[in-house]
């Protein structure tokens, strides 16, 4: 019995010094700009507010390099705009290279910028583990008053890359 004890207590004493700890790695900073163009699909009125279906291709700038493929429907409620996008991005980050879906939501109140926020939602490549969420924001999409290098919207954000 006194045996089981001494080494029970000797297991118990040496277990924190021989098990590992498993930690992620720090994240990475991300940020940039993004311009897009689109085409809407679909505009349907119900009561005093209007939705709009659009498909989107866009280009990513800064730590994200690439082009995205999107859709999504605004919806123009009384007094400001919202936005559900799905962008799947193809292109690199941190030099890795492959896809990313990733949810966008955001508003637009009256006479005011975009704002909003983005989720990693999956990936492929070597960014299959790829997970993060960040923030987006600017005065959208400008045919007619856009300056030459003027982006539509920024992104900021933090990406882990472990499993």
């Not at 297991?11 to 900073?29: D, F, G």
């Not at 290098?149 to 933090?158: A, I, K, R, T, V």
Request: charged share 20%; aromatic share 12%; proline share 5%.
């Amino acid at each position: 019995m006194k045996k089981l004890i001494v080494t029970i207590f000797l297991i118990c004493a040496l277990l924190p010094v021989l098990s590992t700890a498993a930690y992620a790695s720090p994240p990475t900073a991300v940020s940039g700009e993004l311009d897009y163009w689109f085409q809407v699909t679909d505009m349907r009125d119900a009561g005093p507010n209007t939705f709009m279906e659009a498909i989107e291709q866009e280009e990513w700038r800064g730590d994200m390099v690439g082009t995205g493929d999107s859709v999504f429907t605004v919806g123009m409620l009384q007094g400001f705009w919202t936005v559900w996008l799905r962008s799947e991005f193809v292109g690199e980050i941190d030099g890795r290279h492959g896809t990313l879906v990733m949810q966008l939501v955001g508003k637009k109140p009256a006479d005011q910028d975009w704002y909003g926020q983005w989720v990693i939602l999956g990936g492929t490549g070597e960014l299959a583990n790829a997970h993060g969420r960040g923030t987006w924001w600017g005065p959208g999409y400008r045919s007619d008053d856009k300056e030459a290098g003027d982006p539509d919207c920024y992104y900021s954000g933090q990406i882990h890359f472990d499993p």
